[in-house]
């Protein structure tokens, strides 16, 4: 079946934009997550969502950081006034147990 | 401190040969499950296994085992056979918590297998 899938595979920004990216699940999958992974800081986790409780934001590294899941399956993850430190690749993640499985990541450049 | 440390940065192995990828966690939680993923250089993260702390035996799926010593707190990654398409990136990764399946993955920070013909 259908993997998760992320949009835009790449996305090249100014600093100070803001920019949104999106991740579809693996259908049925009730958990999305996001985590960022960058030369720097290796793989980080960033906010999951599980089903229709109150997602986990502890990962978020500041309030320019947000992110929505509507109807319980597409999420975006928004980033504002992008900073040079925000590029990495971000990558997203379901699961509807244990194991979760990763999308293909976008890839944030912020010039 | 480091929750999960993997202390070998890259590792060769020949062809057809096994391999021993390292991985050590910290964790005062009596529940938790540990994870392997392989990342090629298409940059896809791949579930490998998984081990649980109550578990009994030691995880195995096809060619990869995990070497699981509680007491040491250590969680190797076995690769039996290595193979070209081996060569990747592989990180280790632990779920704290008990009493349900979801929760936050935190990662170590890698290690490169380059598999030699």
């Known amino acids: 079946g259908a993997g998760v899938s992320q949009s835009p595979s790449n996305k090249v920004t100014e600093k100070g934009k803001d920019v949104e990216l999106r991740c579809d699940p693996i259908?049925?999958?009730?958990?999305l997550y996001w985590y960022r992974q960058s030369l720097g800081q290796g793989l980080e986790f960033l906010i999951y969502?599980?089903?229709?409780?109150?997602?986990?934001k502890s990962g978020l590294p500041s309030d320019r950081f947000s992110a929505e899941r509507t109807g319980g399956s597409v999420s975006t993850l928004t980033i504002q006034r992008t900073q040079q430190e925000d590029s990495a690749v971000y990558l997203c993640?379901?699961?509807?147990?244990?194991?979760?499985?990763f999308g293909p990541g976008t890839r944030l450049t912020v010039l | 401190a480091q929750k999960i440390t993997q202390t070998q940065p890259g590792m060769f192995v020949q062809e057809k040969e096994a391999v021993t990828l390292d991985c050590t966690y910290d964790?005062?939680?009596?529940?938790?499950?540990l994870f392997w993923y392989k990342q090629p250089s298409s940059g896809e993260m791949i579930f490998l296994i998984y081990?649980?702390?109550?578990?009994?035996q030691n995880a195995t799926e096809g060619r990869y085992s995990l070497n699981f010593q509680k007491a040491r707190k250590s969680a190797n990654l076995v690769i039996s056979a290595s193979q070209l398409g081996d060569s990747a990136m592989y990180f280790c990764?632990?779920?704290?918590?008990?009493?349900?399946?979801?929760?936050?993955?935190?990662f170590g920070q890698g290690t490169i297998l380059t598999v030699h013909p």
């Open positions: 964790t005062s939680d009596p529940s938790y499950g």
């Open positions: 993640a379901s699961s509807r147990s244990r194991t979760q499985y």
């Open positions: 990764a632990m779920r704290e918590g008990g009493g349900t399946s979801y929760g936050k993955l935190t």
């Open positions: 259908s049925g999958h009730t958990a």
């Open positions: 969502f599980q089903g229709n409780s109150a997602p986990d």
């Open positions: 081990q649980g702390s109550y578990d009994q």
